[in-house]
C-alpha cells in the first residue's frame, strides 16, 4: 500500500475503504497523532499522521487483509471509481457490512432484484 506520511481522512478512505468516520474514531480511540490543515474553515479539517503504528493497524485490518489476497489473486484492472460516485458510496457501504448483512442483502437482490430495494426505498418513480 503506498502510504504517504501524513493523510486526510479522506484519502486514507479511498485508499483503505473504510469511511473518513470509521478513521476518525481510530484516531481518538488509539490516539494516532494528527495535525490541524491551516486555511480550512472551522478548524477541524486534520492530516493522520502515518507512522508504523497506524500503518501496521490498517494493513492488519480485515478489509486491507482481503485487499491484499485480491491484489495478488486478481490481474490489475483498468478501471477506476471516483471517491464521491455513487459507485465509490455503494461499495464502501457494502464493505462495512457484516458477513450476515451481506448475506441478507444477497438473499434481498436475488429474490426482489433491483426493482424491489428500489421500490422498499420509496425511489420509484411513476411511469406511464
Same mark, same amino acid.
Given at each position: 500500500?503506498?502510504? !504517504?506520511? !501524513?493523510?486526510?481522512?479522506?484519502?486514507? $478512505?479511498?485508499?483503505?475503504?473504510?469511511?473518513?468516520?470509521?478513521?476518525?474514531?481510530?484516531?481518538?480511540?488509539?490516539?494516532? +497523532?494528527?495535525?490541524?490543515?491551516?486555511?480550512? +474553515?472551522?478548524? *477541524? @479539517?486534520?492530516?493522520?499522521?502515518?507512522?508504523?503504528?497506524?500503518?501496521?493497524?490498517? &494493513?492488519?485490518?480485515?478489509? &486491507?487483509?482481503? @485487499?491484499?489476497? @485480491?491484489?495478488? @489473486?486478481?490481474?490489475? $484492472?483498468?478501471?477506476?471509481? !471516483?471517491?464521491?460516485? =455513487?459507485?465509490?458510496?455503494? =461499495?464502501?457501504?457494502?464493505?462495512?457490512?457484516?458477513? $450476515?448483512?451481506?448475506?441478507?442483502?444477497?438473499?434481498?437482490?436475488?429474490?426482489?432484484?433491483?426493482?424491489?430495494?428500489?421500490?422498499?426505498?420509496?425511489?420509484?418513480?411513476? *411511469?406511464?
Amino acid at each position: 500500500m503506498n502510504f !504517504k506520511p !501524513k493523510m486526510t481522512p479522506q484519502e486514507l $478512505s479511498e485508499l483503505t475503504g473504510y469511511t473518513p468516520q470509521t478513521l476518525n474514531r481510530w484516531v481518538r480511540k488509539f490516539g494516532w +497523532k494528527t495535525s490541524t490543515l491551516p486555511g480550512v +474553515k472551522g478548524g *477541524r @479539517a486534520h492530516v493522520i499522521h502515518v507512522d508504523d503504528d497506524v500503518r501496521e493497524y490498517l &494493513m492488519n485490518t480485515p478489509l &486491507m487483509r482481503n @485487499a491484499q489476497q @485480491a491484489q495478488l @489473486a486478481e490481474p490489475e $484492472s483498468h478501471y477506476a471509481v !471516483k471517491g464521491d460516485s =455513487l459507485e465509490y458510496l455503494w =461499495l464502501a457501504s457494502l464493505r462495512q457490512l457484516t458477513e $450476515s448483512e451481506r448475506e441478507q442483502l444477497h438473499t434481498l437482490l436475488y429474490r426482489e432484484g433491483i426493482g424491489g430495494i428500489i421500490r422498499r426505498l420509496g425511489l420509484q418513480e411513476d *411511469r406511464q
